[in-house]
C-alpha cells in the first residue's frame, strides 16, 4: 500500500528515498518537507555535523505542478560533509590506501556487521549503520504527514526525560513551546536540568538518552485489524519505532505502567453517547489509542526508549576487529544526546505507519477518493442502531 526505502551512507554523496502509495493530487511542495527535515537537525547535544549540513529532499519523480501523481516519489538529499570524504568513501577504487577502523565500539554496528558482511574496515558497516539515514526517513514521512493533514491527523512529539531527568506530564501540551525548546520538552522547569544533564555527560567525554512521547491526533476508529498477527496497529507501530536507531523499548500508551496496576485502574471507560458526531469518547487514553489491534479513535500514543550513544569520547574498552588485541574503542565528531531529534523521526515513523493504515482500509487512487471513502465509513460509525440508518 504505502512503502519506502531508503540508499545512501552517512559521508556518501548523499541519501535516496523512494515512497510509493500516496495517492494523486496531494499538495506537495519542497519547502514543506525542508521545515520538518530541519526540525531533525535541530537539539542540544548534537556534534559538529549538523552545522555542516543544510537538508533539503530534492523531489525528483512523482510530483508535477505541486500535485502528487499516485506514481513513485523519488527524492535525494545531498550530503554536503561529503565533501570532505571524496577520497574515503569514492565510488570508484582510488590509489591511495585510505585510513581503516579497525576500534570496534559496544553497542554500535561494528561488530554484527563486519562478521556478518565479512569486512576488515568497519567503515563499510558504520556507514550505513548511522542514524545519517534517518534524514531520509524524515523526508518520506514528511509526505506521509502532509497526506495526513488532508484527511485530518495531526502528529506531535515531546521528550519525556534525558539522562533521567524526567518532564512533569503536562496536559494540554503546548506544542509552540515543544518547539521552541533546544531539548524539545513541553515542562520549561526541566529544560536547564536536561541541558545540564547533557553538558556533564559531554564534559565526561560520556553520552545520555532518554524517552520520547509520540502522539498523533484525529485518527478515524477502526485501522489497523485484530484479525492477524501482521495487520494489528500496535505490531506495526513497535516494529516501525523499534527499526529507529538506538531505540531500545516502545510502549503503546502507559504499557509499561499497566503491568503494574489492577484492570479497574488501566482499562479507558467508555462514555455513553451524548453527541453523535463524536462517538465513542473514553474518560482516559491509558491504552495509547489501539485495542485489539485498532485504533480505538482516541489519539495514537507510542513512547520509546533510546539508549545512550555508543561512540564516546572517553572510550570503553574494546577489541581491534583484525588483531583480536585490547584497544580502546574507535572515536569519530559524534553527538552527545540524540533524544530531541529522536522524537521527529519517530513522528516520521508514526506518520508513515497511520497513512499506510488509513490507505489500506480506505484505498483511493486520487486523494478526493480517500476522503470520500473515509467520510462514508464514518458516517457508519456509532452506536449500530443509529449507524445502519446513517450508512444507507
Ligand atoms: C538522531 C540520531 C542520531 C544519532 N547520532 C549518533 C552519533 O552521532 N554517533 C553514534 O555513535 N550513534 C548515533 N546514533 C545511534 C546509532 O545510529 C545507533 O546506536 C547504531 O546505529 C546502532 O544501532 P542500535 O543502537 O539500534 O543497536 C544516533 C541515533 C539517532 C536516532
Redesign the pocket.
Known sequence: MLRFLTAGESHGQGLVVILEGIPAGLALDEEYIRRQMERRQRGYGR?GRMQIERDFAHIMTGVRHGRTLGAPIGMTIENKDWANWTQQMSVTPIDEPVKVVTRL?P???DLAGAMKYGQDDVRNILER???RE?AARVAAGAIARRFLEEIGVAIHSHTMSIGGVWAKPASPISWDKVEESVVRTADPSVEAAMMKTIDDAKEAGDTVGGVVEVIAEGVPIGLGSHIQWDRKIDAKLAMAFMS????KAVSIGEGWEGANVRGSQYHDVIDPVADPSRPWQRQTNRSGGTEGGMTDGMPLVVRFA??P???LAKPLPSVDLVTGEKVQAHYER??VC?VP??GV?GEAMMALVVAEAFLEKFGGDHIEESRRNMRAYLKTVGPRNVARVRGD
Open positions: 556534534g565500539r553497542g554500535h554496528a549503520a548511522s542514524a534517518s529507529m536507531n538506538a531505540v533510546v539508549k550513544i555508543s561512540t559524534s553527538d540524540q531529534p529522536a523521526i
